[in-house]
């Protein structure tokens, strides 16, 4: 038995599932999930000492690529200093200053430790705020693992969501419409039977929990233009996209400005760190100025905002997004070639450091689309890839990420492989 798989066995003894968090365990696709011993760059090492081109970049922190130099020496730095003080920082006002800069709908932040906690905390000052308590969300967006967010679609359209983890009482989601998403007609009917009634809608400008999906054009339109005329906040969840498709987010894409903006993953360039803010009026909603409890023993950690300023000041340099959307766009265009040559349904987009890949003929819109994409194929594909030393994500309903470590040697590395695989996926 090789270490992997020794390791899997011994974690399954002590941690259910032998995983800290469920996706990790290979579930969909099956196997031995590889235990990564160490990261650099572009690269993952795993317990065997097999090296991975590694397309999952931590889920998306790795931005800049693994342990890069100047942002293990930061946190090596804060170290010296102190884990924790629970107290105050000048780390905290820099990071906070550097993050109103960025993202110009931000005038005021509160950071925290998780994207959960930025998601539920962003809600519950949204409900403070408007004094409802409605929500609206989308089917196939993810917004982390709190209670009133853990619900999928009722059967017919306007009817409140049902829990969906076990665990969940049906009463705390009855406040949670789930809505399709890139639905401009279900959007416009919602608000106009119940508009005054909802707090928020929180919604993924660009999804990335259901593979990539792309907000259009008119349903960022509608969400802006509705949530304004009937008194709703906006909020844009961007702890995925936050840094990642561009330096001012999917909102500078847009060009929309949301009233809150949950962060995360990026800002805290792989220490536990993510953030919500926004309007300086709804921010100050929150405790000690206003009536809306929020508090975190260890938020705005000096290690993870070491590792977080630093990650925002490389992100920063020039031409930093240009490489990475070039390399990004390199491997979608090469990989759709590869599969056109040998007719194999297949399409692929990528915006920025983000980009997905699909087993069917078309791009999605929607969670409803994102069935029709070839479960079997994936399963085939990301063995056959990762076998050959490229790893993606273990799931078909998972966004891809490139970092600028990725060169453009890993890049046609990569596209050699997945012709190879793609090969024997149609040969057989
Ligand atoms: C990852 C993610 C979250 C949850 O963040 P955690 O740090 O895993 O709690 C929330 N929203 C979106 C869009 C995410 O991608």
């Known amino acids: 038995m090789d270490r992997n798989e020794a390791l899997f066995q011994a974690a399954k003894k002590v941690i259910p599932g032998g995983v800290n968090s469920p996706v990790r365990a290979f579930g969909s696709v099956g196997g031995v999930p590889r235990f990564i011993h160490k990261a650099k760059d572009a690269c993952v090492w795993d317990e065997d000492g097999n090296q991975y081109i590694d397309y999952v970049c931590s889920w998306g922190p790795a931005i800049v690529g693994h342990a890069h130099p100047e942002v293990v020496d930061a946190v090596r730095e804060a170290a010296l200093g102190g884990l924790s003080f629970g107290a105050p920082t000048e780390g905290e006002v820099r990071i906070a200053e550097e993050i109103v800069k960025l993202m110009p709908s931000v005038e005021q932040l509160r950071l ?8 539920m905390s962003a809600i519950r000052l949204a409900r403070g705020y408007t004094g409802r308590d ?3 969300k989308f089917e196939g967006c993810y917004h982390g693992h709190s209670d009133s967010l853990l619900v999928k679609a009722g059967s017919g359209l306007l009817t409140f969501g049902h829990p969906s983890s076990a665990g969940v009482p049906e009463d705390f989601t009855r406040h949670t419409l789930v809505l399709p998403y890139n639905d401009v007609a279900a959007l416009t009917q919602t608000f106009a039977e119940q508009g005054d009634s909802i707090a928020c809608v929180i919604v993924e400008p660009i999804a990335g929990n259901m593979n990539m999906v792309q907000a259009s054009t008119e349903f960022v339109r509608a969400l802006r233009s509705l949530t304004e005329a009937h008194g709703a906040v906006l909020i844009y969840d961007e702890v995925m996209t936050g840094f990642r498709v561009a330096l001012g987010g999917a ?6 400005t949301p009233d809150l903006t949950t962060m995360g993953k990026v800002i805290g360039g792989g220490m536990p760190m993510a953030a919500f803010g926004g309007r300086a009026d709804i921010m100050a ?3 000690p100025l206003g009536g809306v409890y929020q508090a975190g023993t260890l938020s705005g950690n000096p290690l993870a905002v ?5 990650t925002l000041e490389i992100i920063q340099r020039p031409g930093f997004y240009e490489t990475l959307t070039a390399r990004t766009q390199e491997l979608c265009k090469g990989l759709k070639a590869a599969a056109e040559e040998l007719e194999l349904p297949f399409s692929a987009q990528g915006v920025g450091g983000m980009f997905g890949f699909y087993f069917m003929n078309d791009l999605p819109h929607s969670f409803v689309d994102m069935q029709r994409n070839n479960t079997e194929h994936f399963k085939l594909f990301f063995h056959g890839m990762l076998r050959r030393g490229v790893a993606f994500a273990p799931s078909g309903f998972e966004a891809s990420f490139m970092s600028a470590a990725h060169t453009s040697e890993h890049i046609a590395d990569t596209l050699g492989t997945a012709a190879d695989v793609f090969t024997e996926m149609v040969r057989g």
């Open 112 to 119: 925290v430790s998780s994207g959960t906690e930025a998601t």
């Open 134 to 136: 409605n929500i609206i």
């Open 251 to 256: 909102q500078a894409l847009h060009g929309v």
């Open 285 to 287: 909603c929150i405790s």
């Open 306 to 310: 070491a590792a977080g300023l630093k």
